[in-house]
């Protein structure tokens, strides 16, 4: 997931749309050069490329940019925000969650291209 507060979406929207097209890029890499992107995010994190590509595959989804809408639409963004609130403040990082709506906007969705 990525986060954008309201300040930086409101005086920065040049540099999230382009913060958006490299996460884009950043996923097509993956999809054409998977063993290469794999070394790179795995040596990011301290682990193995394996470990890795597990990570990915067992727990983690990457929402890609065609996705995006379904998750503004279909409601997949507001419940994966409120169990981040939930859990972020059970476990005491943070204070006091808002109503996902609170931090959803689609002012970028479709990314772009």
């Known amino acids: 997931m990525i986060a954008f507060g309201d300040k930086t979406l409101t005086q920065r ?4 749309a382009a913060m958006l097209r490299a996460h ?7 999809v054409t050069h998977k063993t290469e992107a794999l070394q790179i995010m ?5 682990v193995s490329p394996e470990e890795f590509e597990l990570a990915l ?5 990457v929402v ?13 963004l507001k419940t994966v925000i409120t169990r981040t609130g939930q859990v972020l ?7 006091q969650s808002k109503p996902a709506e609170a931090y959803m906007s ?8």
């Not at 884009?24 to 993956?30: G, V």
């Not at 065609?66 to 279909?74: I, K, M, P, T």
């Not at 403040?89 to 204070?95: E, F």
């Open 106 to 113: 689609d002012r970028f969705v479709p990314v772009v291209p």
């Open 57 to 61: 595959t067992d727990g983690m989804r």
């Open 42 to 46: 795995a040596k990011r994190e301290s």
């Open 13 to 16: 929207p040049k540099d999230v």
């Open 24 to 30: 884009k890029r950043a996923q097509d890499y993956y």
């Open 89 to 95: 403040t059970q476990t005491k990082l943070l204070g």
């Open 64 to 76: 890609t940019a065609a996705d995006q809408a379904a998750y503004f639409s279909g409601g997949g």
